[in-house]
């Protein structure tokens, strides 16, 4: 089973990708996590991609396609892999396409995870991140002690990209040449739309029902 996983930032991707991937045994191929590695190492092209994050924008094309396309082709997604984060504009979608049909692959579903703005802001300002990458929310989800990681009790700090002018050009950025995408594939008959507000769980049961009737059909 093949799957894209769209939604805004904020949205809980991340958090359903893996479980998702847990119990339907994908692979979960995030362009955020692997982009954040390279950032931590300091590669170049962590150094590239970080002036574009800290900013709010996207990452260009020509970076993620060739990363999309180098991991595809690993052992690990042969029996089936979920992109979280990647496409994110028509044009990547295409490029998607393209490869795919080089590796004679194909995709199956489009999940669409959907949330309000006025929650997203709420969710993002509030999130904190440890090195070890946990994650918390002052409100949601908050440590046993402020601003220390309960796993390894390392200091927590705000993400550039999760401070306030930074989440604003994200949502833009998303609504300007995101949002296009569900047309897209809801054209191709590959979109499934979730609602995204709520308990965590509830939200999952919701994606395990198109799953499930996905994985028997």
Known sequence: MNIILLGPPGSGKSTQA???ADKYRVKNVSTGDILREEVRNGTPLGKESKKYMD????????????VIKDRLTEPDVKNGWMLDG??????????????????GQKLNVVLNIDV????????L????MCKCRESYHIQFNPPKEAGECDACHGYLYQRDDDKPKAIK?????YHNQTQPLIDYYSKKSLLINIKGSGDIKKIFAEISKVLDKFRIT
């Open 18 to 20: 893996r479980m998702i």
């Open 125 to 128: 300002s509030g999130r904190r």
């Open 86 to 103: 990647y496409p994110r504009t028509i044009p990547q979608a295409e490029a998607i396409e393209k490869i795919m049909a080089a590796l």
């Open 169 to 173: 050009k994200r949502l833009e950025t």
């Open 55 to 66: 900013e709010g924008k996207l990452v260009p094309d020509t970076v993620l396609i060739d």
């Open 116 to 123: 309000p703005d006025s929650e997203l802001v709420e969710r």
